[in-house]
């Protein structure tokens, strides 16, 4: 089976451009995860989704940052315009719905975006 | 206070060696524990859940004191494969979907 899928792998761009990142979640899950990692500050969970709709952006640094889920099988996050202090990896995370049952709350990631802005 | 927290070693331990990874967490209404990996550059992996009684995968054992708050991960007879960052995980609500991680203990095993 599939698991989530990220693009790109690596983005290099310079502070003021827009940068977007796609995620396709693993089949059938119905939750989607935006993470941010760096060495500061670790892993920080910036939004999710449940079946397409936002729940929980609170962890979304500034209005620079926005996140869509179109349909449920694509995301993307936006940042816009980048600046030096967005380089991070940045990782989607997948994860099936059904509370309650063994394995739910487990989540899944993908292979990450690696920005860099310069 | 973190919400999460671990020693973040790092531990150098050889091969066939068993070490024991501590994590504690500051809400006592946390409802799911888990360990994850990550190898260098690469995303977080589950490596298993912990639960109430304990449980075993192979020689990972994984146990959780919910009265001191903290979960505990076991590695026997570890592997030079064993070597990575290990992330203790903690879901707090009882229907939020959201894992705080800790900021991870690395491992490296020895040959």
């Known amino acids: 089976d599939a698991g989530v899928i990220q693009s790109p792998r690596h983005e290099v761009t310079e502070m003021g451009q827009e940068v977007t990142l796609r995620c396709k979640p693993i089949?059938?899950?119905?939750?989607l995860f935006w993470y941010r990692q760096t060495m500061m500050r670790g892993l920080e969970l910036l939004i999710y989704?449940?079946?397409?709709?936002?729940?929980?952006d609170s962890g979304m640094p500034e209005d620079r940052f926005s996140a869509k889920m179109p349909n449920a099988s694509f995301s993307t996050l936006k940042i816009q315009p980048s600046e030096p202090r967005d380089s991070a990896v940045y990782f989607c995370?997948?994860?099936?719905?059904?509370?309650?049952?063994?394995?739910?709350?487990?989540?899944?990631f993908g292979p990450g975006t690696r920005l860099t802005v310069t | 206070r973190k919400e999460v927290e671990q020693d973040p070693g790092p531990f150098n331990v050889p091969e066939g060696a068993t070490v024991a990874f501590n994590c504690t967490y500051s809400?006592?209404?946390?409802?799911?524990f888990f360990w994850y990996r990550q190898d260098c550059r690469k995303e977080p992996k589950l490596l298993m859940s912990?639960?109430?009684s304990g449980n075993e995968d192979g020689r990972f054992t994984a146990q959780l004191n919910r009265a001191s708050q903290y979960i505990s991960l076991l590695i026997r007879d570890s592997k030079l494969s064993d070597s990575a960052t290990y992330l203790c995980?903690?879901?707090?609500?009882?229907?939020?979907?959201?894992?705080?991680f800790g900021s991870g203990t690395q491992l490296t095993v020895l040959p």
């Open positions: 912990v639960y109430s």
């Open positions: 995370a997948s994860s099936r719905g059904a509370s309650g049952r063994s394995g739910a709350y487990e989540q899944y």
């Open positions: 809400n006592s209404a946390s409802q799911s």
């Open positions: 995980v903690v879901r707090t609500s009882g229907s939020a979907r959201q894992l705080t």
């Open positions: 989704f449940n079946n397409n709709v936002p729940i929980d």
């Open positions: 089949s059938g899950h119905d939750y």
